[in-house]
């Protein structure tokens, strides 16, 4: 019963980790902005092409909502296909486009270690270092989402059902439903709001970006901040994509 209901699903495994990828996500805020309104900015088709395509390995249900009426407003027809796909392979024949391959392997490796970083630096050379390092701040975004709004759901509709997450850590997912909870409630009213809307405009979409982005940040920023405090009491995790990785190329992005 908990697999049909999701409880097998990627959540933070322990308070560490989950204050580690807010370090993660809290410094790429400015790069999120860059992806929507920027010198780097993706177009919001593939912009939500990549958000669908993260969500496709680890699928949160506040997420699918969402980015799927955004990705619909913003003209993406491929978004039922991409959410579907079982592998970057598939995501690539579905929507043929680098950022797309780079986003299935990114979720599917938590966007740490040495497959990530070699992933980047493919991308890199097909989109220059600006643009990618705008797709690597997308999946972030998109991460950490997913992993929350599952976290969320675990707590909810396992624990509290008396199916708990095998391993899942009670803390973990009280404090997120707390902390959370507010947040991810916003975004299951926002998802119904959303049907109603037909497809808008690029500066549209990329507006509403930079909207989500400010909301988010409110929740992010403390945890981040406080992940950087606590940064020496942590576990050893693999390393995310180097921060000098992330520099714009001028040449590049122009």
């Given at each position: 019963?908990?697999?049909?209901?999701?409880?097998?699903?990627?959540?933070?495994?322990?308070?560490?980790?989950?204050?580690?990828?807010?370090?993660?996500?809290?410094?790429?805020?400015?790069?999120?902005?860059?992806?929507?309104?920027?010198?780097n900015?993706?177009?919001?088709?593939?912009n939500?092409?990549?958000?669908?395509?993260?969500n496709s390995?680890?699928?949160c249900?506040?997420?699918?909502g969402?980015?799927?009426?955004?990705?619909?407003?913003?003209?993406?027809?491929?978004?039922?296909e991409?959410?579907?796909a079982k592998?970057?392979?598939?995501?690539?024949?579905?929507?043929?486009?680098?950022?797309?391959?780079?986003?299935?392997?990114?979720?599917?490796?938590?966007g740490?270690?040495?497959?990530?970083v070699?992933?980047?630096?493919?991308?890199?050379?097909?989109?220059?270092?600006?643009?990618?390092?705008?797709?690597?701040?997308?999946?972030?975004?998109?991460?950490?989402?997913s992993?929350?709004?599952?976290?969320?759901?675990?707590?909810?509709?396992?624990?509290?059902?008396?199916?708990?997450?095998?391993?899942?850590?009670?803390?973990?997912?009280?404090?997120?439903?707390?902390?959370?909870?507010?947040?991810?409630?916003l975004?299951a009213?926002?998802?119904?709001?959303l049907?109603?809307?037909?497809?808008?405009p690029?500066?549209?979409?990329?507006?509403?970006?930079?909207l989500?982005?400010?909301?988010?940040?409110?929740?992010?920023?403390?945890?981040?901040?406080?992940?950087?405090?606590?940064?020496?009491?942590?576990?050893?995790?693999?390393?995310p994509?180097?921060?000098?990785?992330?520099?714009?190329?001028?040449?590049?992005?122009?």
């Open positions: 019963m908990a697999e049909k209901m999701g409880f097998r699903k990627k959540v933070w495994p322990s308070l560490c980790r989950c204050l580690a990828d807010h370090v993660e996500v809290a410094r790429r805020i400015p790069k999120i902005l860059d992806a929507y309104v920027g010198p900015a993706i177009k919001p088709q593939l939500e092409a990549i958000m669908v395509t993260v390995v680890n699928d249900p506040y997420c699918t969402l980015h799927g009426e955004l990705a619909r407003m913003a003209g993406v027809q491929e978004a039922p991409l959410m579907k592998s970057a392979k598939q995501c690539r024949k579905i929507l043929d486009s680098p950022a797309i391959s780079f986003a299935r392997s990114f979720t599917e490796n938590d740490r270690g040495e497959k990530c070699a992933a980047f630096e493919e991308l890199s050379e097909e989109m220059g270092r600006g643009p990618a390092s705008s797709v690597v701040a997308l999946c972030w975004f998109l991460l950490w989402g992993i929350n709004g599952n976290t969320i759901n675990s707590f909810l509709l396992g624990r509290l059902c008396c199916a708990p997450k095998q391993c899942g850590s009670v803390i973990v997912e009280l404090f997120t439903f707390v902390y959370y909870g507010p947040l991810f409630l975004i009213i926002v998802n119904k709001l049907t109603i809307f037909p497809q808008v690029e500066w549209f979409s990329a507006a509403f970006g930079v989500l982005t400010f909301i988010a940040a409110v929740w992010i920023l403390p945890l981040g901040l406080i992940g950087c405090m606590t940064k020496p009491c942590h576990p050893e995790y693999a390393e994509i180097e921060e000098y990785l992330m520099e714009d190329d001028d040449n590049d992005a122009s």
